[in-house]
Nanobody, 124 residues
Framework: QVQLKESGGGLVQAGGSLRLSCAAS????????MGWFRQAPGKEREFVASLTWNSAATRYADSVKGRFTISRDNAKNTVYLQMNSLIPEDTAVYYC?????????????????WGQGTQVTVSS
């Protein structure tokens, strides 16, 4: 069973940047599509971004396009989410997830393994 652990969250002012990391232990991430999701208080978990195993294809939620970038380093067994131009609406717990599907999926049900999340708070 893979263990995913997110890090890099914190408190940042609007307009600022954060870089989230998702590191895997016990199993490799190399052959898996990876996704980032987020959940704000009182809201459902929503898709943010996903990336295929070879970085050939990405997918982003409209709300983050042009501001967030997903990437991966398979040698380090780590996936990243670079978040720029943050706005208060980006405040949420951010989760990384893994799926054996080879396409950059956007639905939570398609992902099999999840991390515990990292809090991102953007102040106005």
């Amino acid at each position: 069973q893979v263990q995913l652990k997110e890090s890099g969250g914190g408190l940042v002012q609007a307009g600022g940047s954060l870089r989230l990391s998702c590191a895997a232990s016990r199993r490799t991430l190399s052959w898996y599509t990876m996704g980032w999701f987020r959940q704000a208080p009182g809201k459902e978990r929503e898709f943010v971004a996903s990336l295929t195993w070879n970085s050939a294809a990405t997918r982003y939620a409209d709300s983050v396009k042009g501001r967030f970038t997903i990437s991966r380093d398979n040698a380090k067994n780590t996936v990243y989410l670079q978040m720029n131009s943050l706005i208060p609406e980006d405040t949420a717990v951010y989760y990384c997830a893994r799926t054996g599907n080879r396409t950059p999926l956007a639905t939570t049900g398609a992902y099999d393994d999840w991390g515990q999340g990292t809090q991102v708070t953007v102040s106005s």
